[in-house]
């Protein structure tokens, strides 16, 4: 602890981390360099109390050292950040940043790409305890917003043909971050077309951690945009090639996986939702398999909120034609048990009755139009004899898969 220590060793701990920095640089080093680049880390705690007993540190800093001015910033980020004033280090931290990236812009090779990635993710945490502070004060949360110009100005720096366009999608899922927790995820689309539509850029050459987590985050932007084929398609590449030991990501990714699969009536097993604390979504399966239209409301209400912040619910809450899919087919399944010769004939009366004593009242019209509705999605197979009020299924697969493809398409 700080108040243990003795000016004589402050001193020599801040003079161990300038050399560091300067045999890190010199020897282009860039994994050293990224671990003294840290601000939020804990293992820089024993400088940062150095730093609050020896206050005249900024002397030690000599003005030929190299990057002496990301030195000074870098420093005086870290002291703040000790001290609980996350305005200050955030403001300090970046004018250190915007220093280095003007260094990094004039080496040629990528070597720095490690400290590249170190100041991308402290400047953005930086930037959101920054805003927490501001919001406590009363003022109006802004470092977040400019945190998202400057890995904007990174971005540009690693889109070119040479070496440092590998760390590009590290930038840019840092982008992301900042763009979903601002509610601004419109913005992502330019960064994705310089993406995948820039030749220089091969995606397979990326860090698979990068590719993953790009594949995680484009696959939720389709999921607000409810392209469910092409939200199934990424969110299963970033389950596939996601570290099997990283259960906390696995949960992320499922948390959206699993509403797609819903929709392209693919059912998870219980045992998968229990393992990775998913039971949110054990009740809206078990509505999806026994038609139970109550049940599927009830699991809705109890989780809403959840499923607000996460930005499904408009996606489960579509599922409900899927239930009352599943309730036809249990009133077939129970027709024919008793009748197999009428059991493709059911009565919309018979309908209406089902669904009052699960909690909604329809009437024969509003059911006539909802079964409409199933038959226009082909969901079920069949026509309606409206003089007598009878749905007549199709003999041959009245019941027709969703086979992967959502409701809606």
């Known amino acids: 602890m700080s108040y243990y220590l003795s000016v ?12 560091r920095f300067s045999d890190a640089v010199q020897s282009q ?3 050293s360099l990224k ?7 804990p293992h ?34 870290l002291h703040s950040f000790r001290t609980g004033r996350f305005v200050d280090a955030y403001n300090a931290f970046e004018r250190s940043a915007n220093g280095f990236l003007l260094e990094f812009r004039n080496w040629e090779s990528a070597w720095a790409m490690e400290a590249v990635y170190a100041i991308a993710y402290e400047i953005r945490v930086l930037a959101e305890m920054a805003d927490r502070e501001l919001a406590s004060l009363g003022k109006t949360p802004e470092k977040l917003k400019g945190a998202g110009s400057f890995l904007m100005k990174v971005f540009a720096a690693l889109t070119g043909k040479g070496p440092k366009r590998v760390g590009a999608l590290y930038v840019t899922c840092q982008l992301f971050k900042v763009y979903f927790k601002l509610g601004t995820v419109h913005l992502c689309r330019s960064v994705i077309r310089s993406i995948e539509t820039a030749r220089f850029f091969d995606f397979e050459e990326f860090p698979k951690r990068d590719q993953v987590t790009y594949m995680y985050y484009t696959g939720r932007l389709e999921v607000y945009n409810e392209n469910f084929l092409a939200a199934d398609q990424k969110l299963t590449y970033a389950l596939k090639n996601c570290n099997p030991r990283s259960e906390a990501n696995i949960r992320m990714i499922l ?17 998968l939702l229990q393992q990775y604390n998913l039971v949110e979504y054990i009740n809206v399966v078990q509505a999806l398999k026994s038609g139970d239209l109550r049940l599927l409301r009830h699991a809705l209400q109890e989780h809403e909120d959840r499923f607000l912040r996460s930005g499904v619910y408009l996606v489960l809450e579509k599922l409900e034609l899927q239930v009352y899919q599943r309730l036809l087919k249990k009133i077939y399944i ?9 059991a493709h004939q059911i009565k ?28 226009y999605k082909n969901l079920i197979k069949g026509y309606f004899a409206h003089k007598s009020k009878v749905v007549v299924l199709s003999k041959q697969d009245p019941f027709p898969k969703l086979s992967g493809k959502p409701v809606n398409s």
């Open 334 to 342: 129970i027709q024919k048990a008793r009748d197999p010769s009428k």
């Open 348 to 375: 919309l009366e018979v309908l209406v009755k089902a669904l009052k004593w699960l909690e909604k009242d329809m009437d024969v019209d509003e059911v006539e139009c909802m079964v409409a509705i199933l038959i």
């Open 44 to 77: 820089l705690l024993s400088l940062a109390d150095a730093l609050l007993i020896f206050q005249d540190w900024g002397r030690l800093i000599k003005n030929s050292q190299q990057l002496s001015d990301v030195l000074q910033h870098h420093l005086r980020a």
């Open 29 to 31: 080093d860039g994994r």
């Open 8 to 19: 004589g060793e402050a001193h020599r701990r801040i003079t161990e981390y300038l050399n």
């Open 255 to 271: 948390k959206y996986l699993i509403p797609v699969k819903l929709s392209v009536g693919i059912l998870p097993a219980t045992s």
């Open 35 to 41: 671990s003294l680049l840290s601000v939020s880390s």
